[in-house]
């Protein structure tokens, strides 16, 4: 009967959350993807199917590169969390989040981000590619090393 209930809450918050994470995720992952994905399709499991804008039919993320799929699955739950927390910004933090993202997919990223002023994101990293593309861009950021004097 638990069983049951929990299904069909699932079932409600999908139909009620779908159609909104589904249209933000798409704008978001056309963006991204320097559109070359035009469509989100998330199903109640939170699986996701891409359209791919030139052959028209859609993909399965599990088809893509690992670094796309990390992409596109982190886009997925900044947008969920943005529907479910709405006007509460709650921060975000990355820890080393970006290594499997090439570096162009990684600026774009980092513009996809940036640009909600409202959000506070706390970046680790053991790298320094992300601090200089955040300078390259001229986009300002506290910075604390661990391992600078």
Do not use: W
Request: charge should be neutral; aromatic fraction near 4%.
């Amino acid at each position: 009967l638990a069983k049951e209930k929990l299904l069909s809450l699932s079932g409600q918050l999908h139909r009620d959350f779908a159609p909104q994470l589904n249209a933000r995720v798409s704008k978001a992952i056309e963006r991204i993807t320097n559109s070359r994905y035009s469509r989100a399709v998330i199903d109640q499991t939170l699986g996701v199917r891409l359209e791919d804008k030139k052959s028209g039919k859609l993909v399965d993320v599990s088809s893509l590169s690992s670094g796309s799929a990390d992409l596109i699955y982190l886009v997925m739950r900044l947008e969920l969390l943005d529907l479910l927390c709405g006007e509460n910004r709650v921060p975000v933090i990355f820890d080393d989040s970006f290594t499997q993202l090439d570096d162009e997919r990684t600026a774009r990223l980092l513009s996809y981000l940036l640009e909600d002023k409202q959000r506070q994101i706390l970046l680790f990293s053991c790298h320094s590619r992300e601090r200089e593309m955040l300078s390259l861009a001229q986009i300002p950021c506290h910075v604390i090393s661990l391992n600078e004097q």
